[in-house]
């Protein structure tokens, strides 16, 4: 599987930016597409996960509400769409793909097989 990521920017706090990650290869209906972050100094943070069988999202409390992970099945695309942006949201974001994860691994990097170069998001104050 390879993933291809795009649309990372720079934006003023409280602006949008719209994250694709767009899939290739051999994907599985059993498989779960996510965004992590890092930041400098900084361990990669899970930032939303979407189950592909269910539709199932899955969010980290600190982006919960401003940001909407969905998936485009005719363009095996997953998006990652970021509103209300604040400067500590500034970070490369990657996104993962995971075969048979189970609810509970579905945070751990580590639990993810393939991942996409990263794309810089950088909010300004």
């Known amino acids: 599987v390879q993933l291809q990521a795009s649309g990372g920017g720079l934006v003023q706090a409280g602006g949008s930016l719209r994250l694709s990650c767009a899939a290739s290869?051999?994907?599985?209906?059993?498989?779960?597409t996510g965004w992590f972050r890092q930041s400098a100094g900084k361990e990669r943070e899970f930032v939303a996960a979407l189950r592909r069988s269910t539709a199932t999202t899955y969010y980290a409390d600190s982006v919960k509400g401003r940001f909407t992970i969905s998936r485009d099945n005719a363009k095996n695309t997953v998006h990652l769409q970021m509103n209300s942006l604040k400067p500590e949201d500034t970070a490369v974001y990657y996104c993962?793909?995971?075969?048979?994860?189970?609810?509970?691994?579905?945070?751990?990097?580590?639990?993810?097989?393939?991942w996409g170069q990263g794309t810089q998001v950088t909010v300004s104050s």
């Open positions: 993962a793909y995971g075969r048979g994860l189970i609810t509970s691994s579905i945070r751990s990097p580590e639990r993810y097989g393939y």
């Open positions: 290869g051999r994907t599985s209906s059993d498989a779960t």
